[in-house]
């Protein structure tokens, strides 16, 4: 199957990138430990440092540990679209 959108790629920009495959909270607990400070949420008025996010998706994660829910288990959520619904995501993935 052709790429199409590689014609409109500038000649040096490559086709594909390779880039270290590391599961999300992985990444979210390296960023928070590297620069805890900078910024990882901004939604309107309100901004949330990556290691205030990493410190609440571990909040949400150890509640979802201690409700008993284990590794592969399915959790659904029901949220508005705001920041402690991200946090909430990505304590489940954790």
């Known amino acids: 199957m052709e790429k199409r959108w590689l014609r409109s790629y500038v000649p040096k920009v490559p086709p594909s990138i390779d880039y270290e495959r590391t599961p999300l ?3 979210l607990r390296r960023i928070s430990q590297n620069d805890p400070k900078h910024p990882a949420l901004i939604f309107l008025e309100a901004k949330m440092s990556y290691g205030e996010l990493d410190a609440l998706a ?3 994660a150890h509640a ?4 008993g829910v ?10 508005l679209n705001i920041v402690p619904a991200d946090c909430c995501w990505r304590g489940a993935r954790i």
């Open 25 to 27: 909270p992985h990444a």
């Open 58 to 60: 571990n909040r949400a």
């Open 64 to 67: 979802l540990l201690r409700l």
């Open 70 to 79: 284990k590794s592969g288990d399915k959790v659904a959520k029901l949220m």
